[in-house]
């Protein structure tokens, strides 16, 4: 079926220190991957996307990682800065239907100076 | 170039009034996707539109609730006779070919 999660809903990580964020997805045919940062008052933002042909993907002190096998994918951010707090939605794009998103329910990061 | 702009921010409105809510895409973009999001939960996918057309519908309530995106202006979210349940954050994006979707700041609706 249609359906993304995460395994924790808050982490709390020291300022300076990597950060990891994991999701899971039940639907082995799902093909695009998108994570988005939400803060506090606001839409959510584009961070990075990942499609099923990629293990991996890296952006600007973040890397994706998607394990097909068991399918779950992970949000690395490198030297987290108190500005990286916010709540991280991952979504799977559902191509094949208009490309809607599937948004899994979030995990909040804070960080601690 | 602007971003994706929603309006009004912030709604408050009375059992049994209309809400309408706007949202203008980002120049170029010819696909408008309506989500929302109720406190502490992730966003459900409600509506997609393309220009004057309603492209897929699945996540909109049966009733009171109806989309629509014109040949000009913004697309529009209405919901009628609103009930305290409608209260939540309701959030466009819009994409070019289904591509990479960008959101709009959301409008915050409550239902007193």
């Known amino acids: 079926g249609e359906s993304v999660g995460l395994h924790l809903p808050t982490l709390s990580v020291q300022e300076g220190d990597n950060s990891i964020i994991n999701c899971a997805y039940s639907n082995s045919a799902s093909d695009y991957f998108i994570w988005y940062k939400q803060e506090s008052g606001k839409g959510p933002q584009f961070i990075i996307d990942i499609r099923s042909n990629m293990d991996k993907r890296q952006g600007q002190r973040v890397t994706v990682l998607l394990n097909k096998t068991v399918k779950h994918l992970s949000l690395q951010i490198a030297a987290t800065q108190p500005g990286d707090s916010a709540v991280y939605f991952c979504a799977e794009n559902m191509e094949g239907q208009g490309g809607k998103l599937i948004f899994g329910q979030g995990t909040e990061l804070s960080v601690k100076p | 170039n602007a971003g994706v702009m929603q309006n009004p921010r912030h709604l408050v409105r009375r059992r049994g009034q209309e809400a309408r809510l706007r949202c203008s895409p980002m120049?170029?973009?010819?696909?408008v996707y309506w989500y929302r999001q109720l406190p502490e939960e992730g966003l459900k996918f409600m509506v997609y539109l393309q220009k004057e057309n309603i492209i897929d519908e699945s996540g909109m309530p049966k009733e009171r609730f109806s989309a629509e995106f014109p040949k000009e202006g913004p697309s529009i979210l209405r919901i009628q006779q609103v009930v305290r349940g409608d209260s939540a954050a309701y959030f466009c994006a819009s994409s070019s070919k289904q591509e990479t979707q960008y959101f709009g700041p959301g409008t915050r609706l409550l239902v007193l």
């Open positions: 120049k170029g973009h010819s696909h």
